[in-house]
């Protein structure tokens, strides 16, 4: 393989869009990149495959890349994140009947993510006092931002989401499935999946994953960190023919070109509008009803979001700590935050100053503020 030629992997969703339109619109092919794609349907499969050095680079689950750096759960494999290629994009779906449960359990809106986890809590009870089996919810891998957001939503509510539900592993194609067949209750996944859910009324949207985290660290170009150190010139490239390709996106008149260059069968494979709505922020949280705005669901490349923040791998970092995934130490915490590499980005897209960050830049719904110099004054906070 020469140096000019790379292989990169991807999950059908909409936040591997920056990547599929810098390959379908020829931004790679300009800064002399021949790029092949290769759809996946599995995390684990795109981790392990770029680990190996199948891939040289990957559309990757944010957590994944810091874990796979600090060896938590899987081989250590040093990765680094120059580029975001999304923040947020998520959602909770649930089946029509666990909806109406929730509803009727409410005590207020059940708009409100306090609300509804404080209605699960009543439903999980009702069921266990029936014999019933637990709650099942869908997410993408153990090291997502879907787990976390499901288990911070559910705590909330007082729900234990490891003793009182019960949380599985779905590659994000077989999600609704899943919930066609009534294996699963709900889940938590990526654009446009929950869409195609509610578009075959087999599912409603809860919340979206920006209800739950504002501004949640979703998913990274990232790369094996030997690979980086070999490639500088290569790996800048790339990072502008992805930023080229998001300002593209990010023109509201592209808007259906993009949607059709990712429909295909190949890339995400679903009708152009679920893929559009996505990009707009603006989704149909049930069959036949309104669209509803959400212009933070998804984020890519605008408002700083392309920017990897090492304050942001920290937060993943007390997750995995959390949820006991990893114990802390402040040399894993040092590792995590080395994983996003800022001064790589600001190299190539934006040699200015960094954009300031927010007193909370993460934004959780529920919880302490997020201290990235406390992380086990952090955690603490949950259990008191």
Same mark, same amino acid.
């Given at each position: ?9 991807? %999950?059908?969703?909409? $936040? ?5 339109? #810098? ?38 689950? /944010?957590?994944?890349?810091?874990? &796979? &750096? ?21 959602? %909770? ?15 207020? $809106? ?5 609300? +509804? ?7 999980? *009870? ?5 014999? @019933? ?10 090291? +997502? ?10 705590? =909330? ?20 499935? &899943?919930? #066609? ?15 195609? #859910? ?13 209800? %739950?985290? =504002? ?16 490639? *500088? ?6 990072? @502008?023919? %992805? ?19 990712? &429909? ?53 970092? !007390? ?6 995934? =990893? ?38 719904? !529920? ?12 955690? /603490?906070?949950?259990?008191?």
């Amino acid at each position: 393989m020469t140096e000019d030629n790379l292989r990169i992997g991807f %999950i059908p969703l909409v $936040d591997a869009a920056a990547l599929i339109v #810098a390959v379908d619109k020829g931004f790679a092919a300009r800064e002399g990149l021949a790029v092949e794609l290769v759809r996946e349907v599995s995390w684990s499969n795109v981790r392990d495959k770029l680990n190996i050095g199948l891939f040289d680079a990957a559309h990757l689950l /944010a957590p994944v890349a810091v874990a &796979s &750096s600090l060896g938590v759960g899987h081989v250590r494999v040093p990765l680094l994140v120059p580029y975001m290629l999304g923040l947020n994009g998520n959602a %909770i779906t649930v089946s029509p009947e666990l909806y109406d449960a929730l509803a009727a359990a409410a005590d207020g $809106d059940l708009r409100d993510p306090t609300i +509804s986890a404080r209605a699960l809590a009543v439903v999980i *009870a009702n069921r266990r006092r029936q014999g @019933r089996t637990p709650v099942i919810f869908g997410m993408t891998f153990p090291f +997502s931002t879907h787990n976390y957001q499901l288990r911070f939503w559910m705590a =909330a509510g007082g729900v234990d989401p490891d003793e009182d539900a019960q949380l599985v592993v779905l590659p994000p194609p077989y999600m609704v499935d &899943s919930l #066609a067949s009534h294996q699963v209750d709900g889940f938590c996944v990526g654009a446009p999946w929950n869409s195609v #859910a509610v578009e075959m009324g087999i599912g409603k949207i809860l919340h979206f994953g920006c209800d %739950i985290v =504002a501004r949640a660290p979703e998913k990274v170009l990232a790369l094996r960190a030997a690979w980086a150190a070999n490639r *500088a010139d290569t790996l800048a490239r790339l990072i @502008r023919a %992805i930023g080229g390709a998001a300002t593209f996106l990010g023109d509201p008149d592209n808007l259906d070109e993009v949607a059709a260059l990712m &429909s295909a069968p190949h890339r995400v494979g679903v009708v152009p509008q679920l893929i559009r709505s996505a990009l707009e922020g603006r989704l149909r949280v049930a069959l036949g009803g309104a669209s509803l705005p959400a212009p933070n669901y998804i984020l890519i490349g605008r408002d700083d979001a392309a920017r990897p923040e090492s304050v942001h791998a920290a937060w993943l970092y !007390a997750q995995m700590v959390r949820w006991n995934q =990893a114990p802390f130490s402040p040399e894993l915490l040092a590792a995590a935050k080395a994983c996003f590499r800022p001064d790589i980005y600001d190299a190539v897209v934006a040699p200015s100053a960094p954009p300031p960050l927010t007193r909370d830049p993460v934004g959780a719904f !529920a919880g302490p503020l997020f201290d990235a110099d406390d992380i086990a004054g952090y955690v /603490a906070a949950f259990k008191t």
